[in-house]
């Protein structure tokens, strides 16, 4: 019989084993993009997790008791928590609006002109396009970029057709 409640537990649970799986990497691999190390971390996190799973729930199961189904849902829900795990860091990593509501915050309250002093364009872009560089999406030659992957340039046309069937307008700078 399969423990429903031990394996729920588990699966509960198993975005702290992400968490400290992202810890260590990012300690150890210093130099990788943090978004990288992020979706590294959810992959590994994968192996203990089922390791536990296997070894408390599955492992004495006889077959045709619905172990399989069963497996397939851990497998979906682990997959449903690290993918949410990955876009909060990410969301965290990359989200000005993020920064400012914390810059805020700490302060207590900041001018227009102070707000603005902390974001220099050139170091914005530049951050940017050094993590797109590190990631491999862009290569640069020559002091010019050019796409290099496909994957992050055929999400973001995703995005914008998204947007457009939604009926949003593109953010400020995202399409020509």
């Not at 682990?78 to 990359?94: I, K, Q, R, W």
């Not at 609006?97 to 530049?126: H, N, Q, W």
């Not at 050094?130 to 491999?136: F, N, Q």
């Amino acid at each position: 019989m399969i423990d429903e409640v031990l394996m729920l537990l588990i699966l509960v649970l198993s975005p702290l084993a992400v968490l400290l799986l992202h810890a260590v990497l990012a300690r150890v691999r210093r130099t990788a993009p943090p978004q990288k190390t992020a979706f590294h971390a959810a992959l590994a996190g994968a192996v203990p997790v089922f390791a536990l799973l296997w070894g408390a729930v599955f492992r004495s199961c006889p077959p045709g008791s619905g172990c399989a189904v069963a497996a397939a849902y851990c497998l979906v829900v682990y997959g449903a928590l690290a993918y949410t795990y990955f876009h909060f860091f990410n969301m965290s990593e990359t989200a000005r609006r993020i920064r400012i509501l914390c810059e805020i915050g700490t302060a207590g309250s900041v001018s227009p002109d102070e707000l603005t002093a902390l974001y220099k364009t050139t170091d914005v872009v530049t951050i940017r396009l050094g993590r797109l560089v590190a990631l491999h999406q862009l290569q640069e030659e020559d002091g010019y970029y050019s796409v290099r992957g496909r994957t992050l340039y055929w999400a973001g046309r995703a995005i914008l057709l998204w947007r457009r069937i939604l009926g949003l307008e593109p953010e400020q700078g995202g399409e020509r």
